[in-house]
Structure formats: structure tokens, C-alpha cells
């Protein structure tokens, strides 16, 4: 429910030039897709084997969904100047969360891996 929420948040934000909201809402697109991935390792670990290619998918999809949010808020912080230096250091941390992400986005298709025979 919060993602499209979201979603039409900042659809609002683009439509009223909020450059604050068009910063703000990717970044915690960010937070809830890491959330997703946590999710999606989760069953992995403790839920049933054949929810294995369902849980990768979900991993996948929020680490796309991730990288989408980054994008958005590299380029808006382009736009935003004044904004650069508010928002530099929530810029720098969802970046350090990316690497970290793909790190367990790959063991995880490694494990998928090894539930398939790959």
C-alpha cells in the first residue's frame, strides 16, 4: 500500500516542482524496497522450498525497484542545487545500501542456485 502511495505522491511532486518530495520519495522507495529484499530473504531461509523461485523474483524486483528510486534521486539532486548539500549524505547512504543489497540479491540467487541444480 505505501509504494503506490507513493506513487501518486510523487506524481504530485512532479506536477507541483517540489524538488524536496521529488528527493524524498525515491529515497524511501529505497528503504521499502530493501525492506522487500529482507522479505524476500527471509522465506528463503524459513519458508517452504517451492516459494525458492518466488522469493528470488521478489529479491529481484526490489532491487530493480531500488535502483529506479537511486536513479530518481541522482537526477533530481542534479535539478535541485540549493538541495545538493541537504540531501548528499541520504544520497551517499542509499548508495552504500545498493552495494549492500546486490551483495545479498547475489548470494541469494546462489542459493536459488543450489535449490535448482544450477
Known amino acids: 500500500k505505501r ?20 528527493i524524498r520519495i525515491p529515497a524511501e522507495v529505497c528503504v521499502l524496497s530493501y525492506e522487500v529484499l529482507e ?33 530518481y534521486v541522482a537526477v533530481n539532486l542534479k535539478y535541485a542545487k540549493d538541495k545538493a548539500k541537504k540531501y548528499k549524505k541520504t544520497h551517499q547512504r542509499l548508495k552504500k545500501l545498493f552495494l549492500r543489497m546486490q551483495k545479498i540479491a547475489k548470494k541469494v540467487e546462489v542459493s536459488l542456485g543450489s535449490f535448482t541444480g544450477r
Do not use: C
Open 3 to 22: 509504494l503506490a502511495a507513493l506513487t501518486d505522491a510523487d506524481i504530485r511532486a512532479y506536477r507541483k516542482r517540489d524538488l524536496d518530495q521529488a
Open 39 to 71: 522479505l524476500g530473504v527471509e522465506v528463503l531461509k524459513k519458508g517452504n522450498r517451492l516459494l525458492a523461485s518466488d522469493a528470488l523474483l521478489a529479491v529481484l524486483l526490489a532491487q530493480a525497484s531500488f535502483a529506479a528510486g537511486l536513479m
